[in-house]
């Protein structure tokens, strides 16, 4: 949508924007207690170990680090017998290619079983939050209530079937009581993975060149953001640059992708107004092409994209709660780690799910504020939602950005005579995932894996590690079927 | 008195021929049947962990899909309990891995389905198109068959609808 309205020079209605920036915050942070809980937690926690723990020191465990009203001894004991009858089955469905018993798990079986206790509770809580997205995208995934030039739903606080004062009231209550979990137990379980694995803030720090767009626009341009965003080279705090508006040139100028490595016609560096994406497959060759995936570069570097990237600028820009929680965060693992653990851990990591979790306890506290501001406005009268776009003859370019959970997105629009003539997507997957760009510079996955250490390399848990903190979203409907097994069931023929 | 609460869940992909019979069973009993209140029928297509809501704390379960089994294709077969968890551990595609997970899951989350029984009948074509074989239609009124015995056998009124 933005790119499209950025070609048109369109504003959208505040309402669709509070709406917008609901939906981009709800399911933020749905995504990021899914990745730290469903998708890497059991890098670092040993659900085997789990079953060994004294629920009773578990419980007494989790009290002395958090308020969480369900770290009781019945909740924790019933998580345990719980995990104990998967195993028990034996089939371990989504837990198959797990690491437990690996030499690099380190925590002690009561952290292990808090953790795994959270784990299932988080389950519960990423589904709540969804439903904010669901219920104003009207579905999820795949929402359908957006629009070029605002949102397709519409506002009247008499009538049943419209976006009614109950449904956001329900949508209030579903941010209050995620925000507690992920206040009281995601932000502490983080903290607690991070002192104990302190070690690994020496690992995967990679590219330092960070990237990162704002976000939540809270006018009808996009010129002020609830959410700050820029760019920092090289690691180099001093030198970051902010990045301010839906037209900012520093970042339209900038952009540009690489097909040098990637399985795509030519060797070309552009950018993506210019683009094109024509395959072509070439197997992998070590210093030719070897990935799907083009190298985008920004003022011609490599960047890293993602909570990272976005924990630091935030920072750097006076954000509040970011610096409340990341301040608050650090302290919490230098008291478990008996050592000080400052900003400069981030660049690692554990310093990217860290940042994850900071970057989502900060959201929160917008969400509720978006919330707010939509019931103001739409208690000063304000119903308006949509404002129709016209599309003029000739050529138009635009770009539009989002600072979407794994890092910075943009789309880049060409419109001929109202038609596309050019469409360009620069996902966050693709700024960290790439291969080698143009100069042959490696990418951040690429950058981060260097150096670290691997103690089994037929069980290389290690990479995994590195590779999870990224929050990697590539081709995940890959599934590889065992050749059939010799398991024995009882049908009864009809 | 007790209340019924049983779903029928048609499961696998239509653009795959056979693959497809246990959407194209569950269509073709809500097309057939008036079925009463607690009971429900859901087309699962293949989806994945979205079942684990349809699934999870349910009484009675029944599973329909092309199952495998080295038996002639056509052949209907039940399956109960815990060797429905297995036979699907036996996967001819992608969507049955994703049905062995959720059952998994809903043990994980402690609301397994606590009656399960699973109807498959034996592929013979699981190409591209959306027809079944004719060994698969030659007994598809004898998968139907099954499975409404199995809801009467629950307690289930059913009545054939006038169309």
């Not at chain 1, 990745?35 to 170990?49: C, E, G, Q, R, T």
């Not at chain 1, 919490?332 to 851990?345: F, H, P, R």
């Not at chain 2, 056979?18 to 209140?37: I, K, M, S, T």
Request: net charge negative; hydrophobic share 40%.
């Amino acid at each position: 949508m933005r790119s499209v309205e950025n070609a048109l020079g369109l504003e959208v209605p505040l309402n669709a924007q509070y709406i917008r920036n609901m939906i981009m915050g709800a399911h933020l942070i749905h995504d990021h207690i899914v990745h730290f809980y469903h998708l890497s937690a059991l890098d670092w926690v040993d659900v085997v170990s789990a079953l060994k723990a004294d629920a009773k020191a578990t419980a007494k465990l989790g009290q002395s680090l958090s308020p969480w009203h369900r770290n009781s001894y019945t909740e924790i004991k019933s998580a345990q017998e719980r995990v104990q009858t998967l195993v028990n089955s034996g089939q371990l469905g989504v837990y198959g290619s797990g690491y437990w018993g690996h030499p690099a798990m380190k925590l002690s079986p009561e952290v292990n079983l808090l953790a795994v206790a959270h784990y299932l509770q988080a389950l519960d809580y990423q589904r709540e939050i969804n439903k904010v997205v669901a219920i104003l995208g009207s579905k999820t995934p795949h929402i359908q209530n957006l629009a070029v030039g605002g949102v397709a739903n519409p506002i009247n606080p008499d009538s049943q079937s419209t976006l009614s004062i109950e449904k956001l009231l329900h949508i209030k209550k579903l941010i209050d009581d995620v925000g507690d979990f992920v206040k009281q137990v995601y932000l502490v379980d983080v903290a607690a993975v991070g002192a104990f694995y302190a070690d690994w803030t020496q690992y995967g720090a990679g590219v330092t060149n960070y990237l990162s767009v704002p976000d939540m626009p809270m006018d009808t341009k996009g010129t002020v953001f609830d959410l700050p965003g820029g760019y920092i080279p090289n690691g180099d705090l001093s030198k970051f640059q902010p990045i301010k508006s839906f037209n900012d040139e520093f970042f339209e100028k900038n952009v540009k992708e690489s097909v040098k490595h990637s399985w795509y016609e030519g060797e070309w560096d552009r950018h993506p107004y210019e683009e094109e994406t024509v395959p072509n497959y070439t197997k992998f060759e070590d210093n030719g092409k070897y990935s799907y995936v083009k190298a985008p570069t920004f003022k011609g570097e490599p960047a890293q994209v993602g909570p990272l990237a976005n924990v630091l600028c935030m920072y750097l820009s006076g954000h509040k709660p970011t610096i409340k929680y990341a301040n608050q965060t650090l302290e919490t693992v230098s008291k478990l780690a008996g050592a000080k653990v400052g900003l400069d851990a981030l660049h690692s990591t554990i310093g990217r799910h860290a940042c994850r979790a900071i970057r989502c306890a900060a959201i929160q506290d917008h969400l509720k504020d978006q919330w707010q501001m939509l019931m103001d406005n739409i208690g000063r009268g304000d119903y308006h939602t949509f404002n129709e776009p016209v599309f003029p003859k000739g050529e138009q370019q635009g770009f539009g950005f989002h600072e979407a959970p794994r890092g910075t997105l943009s789309h880049w629009v060409v419109i001929e005579d109202g038609k596309i003539k050019n469409y360009q997507a620069v996902v966050p997957g693709t700024w960290n995932s790439c291969p080698r760009n143009g100069k042959d510079a490696p990418g951040p996955y690429e950058a981060a894996l260097v150096g670290t250490p691997v103690a089994d390399p037929e069980r290389p848990l290690e990479i995994l590690r590195t590779v999870h903190s990224f929050d990697p979203c590539l081709a995940c409907a890959i599934h590889l079927v065992d050749s059939k097994k010799n398991i024995i069931s009882k049908v009864k023929v009809m | 008195m007790a209340s019924l609460d049983v779903l029928v869940l048609g499961i696998g992909n239509i653009l795959l021929k056979d693959e497809g019979v246990g959407v194209r069973a569950v269509e073709a009993l809500e097309g057939r049947y008036h079925l009463p209140d607690g009971v429900e029928i859901v087309d699962g297509g293949t989806a994945g962990f979205e079942l684990l809501g349809y699934i999870r704390d349910r009484e009675h379960l029944i599973v329909v899909d092309a199952i495998a089994h080295d038996q002639k294709p056509g052949t209907v077969i039940r399956v109960e309990g815990e060797d429905v968890r297995t036979t699907f551990s036996q996967r001819i595609s992608p969507h049955q891995l994703g049905i062995s997970d959720v059952l998994a899951a809903s043990l994980v989350t402690g609301e397994p389905p606590r009656n399960l029984v699973l109807f498959g009948i034996e592929p013979k074509d699981l190409d591209t198109g959306l027809e079944l074989s004719e060994e698969v239609s030659a007994n598809f009124d004898k998968l139907i068959h099954c499975i409404v015995e199995e809801l009467t056998s629950l307690g289930c009124k059913l009545s054939l609808r006038s169309n």
